[in-house]
Nanobody, 125 residues
Framework: QVQLVESGGGLVQAGGSLRLSCVAS????????MGWFRQAPGKEREFVAA????????YYRDSVKGRFTISRDNAKNTVYLQMNSLKPEDTAVYYC??????????????????WGQGTQVTVSS
C-alpha cells in the first residue's frame, strides 16, 4: 500500500506561481511512476504531468507545457509540480497518483493504483 499526501495548493493571482508537493509512504518510492491530475467542477479528471520511475522521462498535457515542471526527489519520497504563469483555467483540485513501475502511457487515469486526497488550486483573474 502507498499513501499519498498532497500540499501546496492555494489562491493565487493570474501570472503567479505555486509548487505542489506529494509525499508518498513506503520504502519503494523510486519504483513508482508518478502523475499529477486535476479536476475542475463539473469536469472529468484530466492528466497534467507525469514522471517515469526509470530514467525520469517527463510528460505534460499541451496546455501546461512550458509553464509546469514535474520533478521527484526519491530520497524524500516526494514528487513536485512547479506551476508558473498560472491562468484562471488552471483552477481545479490537483491530485497526485502512483503506479508501480508504470510501463503504460502515463496520461491515463485508469492505470494508476494509488491517489492522494487532492489539493485545491484557485487562480483569480
Amino acid at each position: 500500500q502507498v499513501q499519498l499526501v498532497e500540499s501546496g495548493g492555494g489562491l493565487v493571482q493570474a501570472g503567479g506561481s505555486l509548487r505542489l508537493s506529494c509525499v508518498a509512504s513506503g520504502r519503494t518510492f523510486s519504483r513508482y511512476s508518478m502523475g499529477w491530475f486535476r479536476q475542475a467542477p463539473g469536469k472529468e479528471r484530466e492528466f497534467v504531468a507525469a514522471i517515469r520511475w526509470s530514467g525520469g522521462n517527463t510528460y505534460y498535457r499541451d496546455s501546461v507545457k512550458g509553464r509546469f515542471t514535474i520533478s521527484r526527489d526519491n530520497a524524500k519520497n516526494t514528487v513536485y509540480l512547479q506551476m508558473n504563469s498560472l491562468k484562471p483555467e488552471d483552477t481545479a483540485v490537483y491530485y497526485c497518483a502512483a503506479v508501480a513501475f508504470g510501463t503504460s502511457p502515463l496520461n491515463e487515469v485508469r492505470i494508476y493504483d494509488y491517489w492522494g486526497q487532492g489539493t485545491q488550486v484557485t487562480v483569480s483573474s
